[in-house]
Nanobody, 121 residues
């Protein structure tokens, strides 16, 4: 319902780093569930990481745990995904989302159009 905008995608090398950003009215409206998803070509959408801005630590799926770091800058209403130790398997379109009642933002209060991440070996 409310647009979010992702940025920071691009091409990287295996073992390198990228940082994605997501901002927009969806986060300034108090939708405190914040999520990153990704979808590789020909694959289903995959959960990546989530955070409740009201408190607690970020949660990560096993595929990215220890390599990705999720954070939120409340002053600037910006969600970040720091991606380190990149692998070719991380290649996908990355989407951010905001939720109100759903931990994984499945109520779609806000959703971005995606930013492409391509990791070469």
């Amino acid at each position: 319902q409310v647009q979010l905008v992702e940025s920071g995608g691009g091409s990287g090398q295996a073992g390198g780093s990228l940082r994605l950003s997501c901002t927009g009215p969806g986060y300034s409206r108090g939708y405190r569930h914040m999520c990153w998803f990704r979808q590789a070509s020909g694959k289903e959408r995959e959960r990546v990481a989530r955070l409740y801005s009201g408190g607690g630590n970020p949660a990560y799926v096993d595929a990215v745990k220890g390599r990705f770091t999720l954070s939120y800058d409340a002053a600037n209403y910006t969600l970040y995904l720091q991606m380190d130790s990149l692998k070719p398997e991380d290649t996908a379109m990355y989407y951010c989302a905001a939720g109100y009642s759903s931990t994984w933002c499945d109520d779609f209060k806000a959703w971005g159009q995606g930013t492409q991440v391509t990791v070469s070996a």
